[in-house]
């Protein structure tokens, strides 16, 4: 069974950066599109960033230029950096795998960001 695990998340100043890292276990991680998503409170749970076996990604418009998703199938990872945060950007952040008709996330990590 696929797991994902979050970590990263935190309490940063408008204007600073994060990197949330995603680690992938009990299949193969190569093969899958790996996803960054996230839900603020009252609001639905969108895409961030994903990025794809090949190593094509793609971005919300809202992040597009602030965030850099990556991966390393040497360590099972997938990043997303995130820079010039803004508090619009405070959610729970979701780690995402999908491949054919599977799907499955992560517990998710808190990023808040305030002064």
């Known amino acids: 069974q696929v797991q994902l695990v979050e970590s990263g998340g935190g309490l940063v100043q408008p204007g600073g950066s994060l990197r949330l890292s995603c680690t992938f276990s009990g299949g193969t991680f190569k093969i899958y599109t790996m996803g960054w998503y996230r839900q603020a409170p009252g609001k639905q749970r969108d895409l961030v960033a994903n990025?794809?076996?090949?190593?094509?990604?793609n971005y919300a418009d809202s992040v597009k230029g602030r965030f850099i998703a990556s991966r390393d199938n040497a360590k099972n990872t997938v990043y997303l950096q995130m820079n010039s945060l803004q508090p619009e950007d405070t959610a729970v952040y979701y780690c995402?795998?999908?491949?054919?008709?599977?799907?499955?996330w992560g517990q998710g990590t808190q990023v808040t960001v305030s002064s």
């Open positions: 990025i794809m076996n090949s190593g094509t990604t």
């Open positions: 995402n795998a999908v491949f054919a008709v599977r799907s499955y």
